[in-house]
């Protein structure tokens, strides 16, 4: 690394790639303000040190060799990246300031992420957030957002873009003690038959309820005396002592801390681990203010789940 550092400089790759990509001297100096005879000396110095020809030079153009074109390929990823880590570095120096466009899913934002926000704007007072909460999955690149909170099975698959887990949850059953002091309280996953049930259809596994407790799977399809596409409706109806639901830990949470819930069959739940992920557009640099939003939710969400 010493001996490229001496040789090459970022100067002379920056020459290098610059000629390479307006095709002659005389128009890359013009885009570096630099003399055209200076810049032949960088990049024949460069191609000295590396024992290669990196450019055919004629009276009218100048092209890469192939050796050049894969040199420039790999030079400008590296020039790239630098000044990528030049404006990352430069942001932690400014005040992070600017809109920062956020998309939360409904229930989720209401109870965990609006909590957040008077204490973040207090603390970032030139960040302003222009929050939109919808079930609807959105297009975080095409649709100009700057991050989206989602709340899922798994990490969401589509590779293009960049999903930081920001914590874990778990499936359950839940039922109100009044309920429970009533019907009774099942043993195994079979007697959910003989209950009245609260479904939440928009589960992805709905209308089924996939079970899991030390390796052993089970299915349960409940029949349901109330069905509703929107979380909280079965839960307030098991609060209210109408059935037992399944439903997210962060959901049902503080009506089991207050005792107005307990869990059903515990130790069952559902087949997989849950998280919630704070989904960016593609790239490796993260605005300070996106990466200020994001590192409050998290540490919020996860002091709020341990209490």
């Known amino acids: 690394m ?3 550092s001496e040789a090459a400089g970022l100067e002379a790759l920056s020459a290098f790639v610059t000629v390479a990509e307006s095709g002659s001297f005389a128009a890359a100096a013009r885009a570096l303000g630099r003399d055209a ?3 032949s000396r960088r990049v024949s110095g460069l191609e000295r040190r590396l024992g290669v020809r990196l450019l055919s030079r004629t009276t009218r153009r100048v092209t890469l060799t192939e050796a050049g074109a894969l040199y420039c390929r790999r030079v400008q990823a590296l020039l790239d990246e630098l000044a990528n880590a030049n404006r990352e570095a430069s942001d932690f120096a400014a005040a992070p300031r600017g809109i920062v466009r956020v998309s939360l899913p409904v229930t989720f ?10 204490a973040f704007l207090a603390q970032h007072p030139q960040i ?3 929050l939109r909460l919808s079930d609807r999955f959105i297009d975080v690149v095409a649709e100009g957002f700057d991050v989206a909170i989602r709340v899922a099975a798994g990490a969401p698959r589509d590779s293009s873009l960049v999903a ?3 914590a874990g949850y778990r499936n359950l059953l839940v039922a109100a003690p009044a309920y429970l002091a ?9 007697d959910l038959a003989g209950h009245a049930c609260l479904g939440f259809s928009g589960y992805a596994a709905w209308p089924d309820w996939p079970l899991t407790r030390e390796g052993e799977r089970r299915t349960v399809r409940p029949t349901c005396a109330l069905v509703a596409d929107h979380s909280e409706v079965p839960l307030a109806a098991a609060i ?3 059935g037992i639901t399944f439903t997210a830990d962060w959901l049902a949470g503080p009506a089991l801390r207050e005792g107005r819930l307990v869990e059903v069959l515990p130790g069952w739940g559902g087949r997989e681990t849950g998280g919630v992920y704070a ?3 593609p790239g490796r640099l993260v605005p300070a203010k996106t990466r200020l939003f994001v590192d409050a939710v998290s540490h919020g969400i996860r002091a709020g789940w341990a209490r």
């Open 279 to 281: 989904v960016l557009p």
């Open 128 to 130: 302003r957030l222009d």
């Open 109 to 118: 934002g209401r109870l965990w992420i609006a909590p957040l926000l008077p």
């Open 182 to 190: 009533i019907h009774g309280t099942p043993d195994t996953p079979d």
């Open 2 to 4: 010493q001996e490229f």
């Open 240 to 242: 209210a002592g109408a």
């Open 164 to 166: 930081r887990r920001i």
């Open 37 to 39: 005879s200076v810049l």
